[in-house]
Each structure stands twice: as C-alpha cells, then as structure tokens.
C-alpha cells in the first residue's frame, strides 16, 4: 500500500509546487526548476519594490538559467494584510 503511495504523494507534492508556491526565501539548486518555469525568489538582494525572478534553464539544450530582478508582482508580495 505504502508503495503505491508513494508516486502519488510525490505528484500531488509537485502539482501543489507549480500552482502557486509564493516567492522563495533562497535560490533554488541548479536542476530543481524545470526548463521554462518560472519562480520568484525574496532573498532581498533586490531593490526595494522588486524581487528576483528566475526563469530555470536546460543543461541538456546548454540553455543557462535566467536570473534578474523586476518588480514586485501582486501574487510575488510578501506583505500580509493586518
């Protein structure tokens, strides 16, 4: 029973990820985003206003992980309401 359970739990795990994660607080791994998508990270080494985005790349393709910051997006914000 345990073993079937296991890939479902993990894709489950994965679909929760890629919904809507919220920003990161550290850079992610090479190789822990997929090519193309797309993470906010708040390591607040940006501007105030802006958080970093990171677009993963592919080692496959030789295509390199884009890194920059922009500005804050609304579903990026880290600030909670009181």
């Known amino acids: 029973m345990l073993r079937a359970c296991i890939p479902l739990c ?3 795990m994965g679909a929760a990820y ?3 994660p919220g920003p990161l ?3 992610p791994q090479e190789g822990e985003i997929s090519h193309g998508v ?8 940006c501007p105030k206003g802006e958080i ?4 993963g790349g592919s ?3 030789n295509i390199s992980r884009q890194v920059r910051c922009v500005p804050r997006p609304a579903r990026a914000s ?5």
């Open 10 to 12: 993990s894709l489950l």
């Open 18 to 20: 890629a919904a809507d």
């Open 25 to 27: 607080k550290e850079m």
């Open 38 to 45: 797309t993470v906010y990270v708040d390591d607040r080494k």
């Open 52 to 55: 970093k985005e990171v677009i």
């Open 59 to 61: 080692r496959e393709k």
């Open 78 to 82: 880290t600030d909670r309401p009181q």
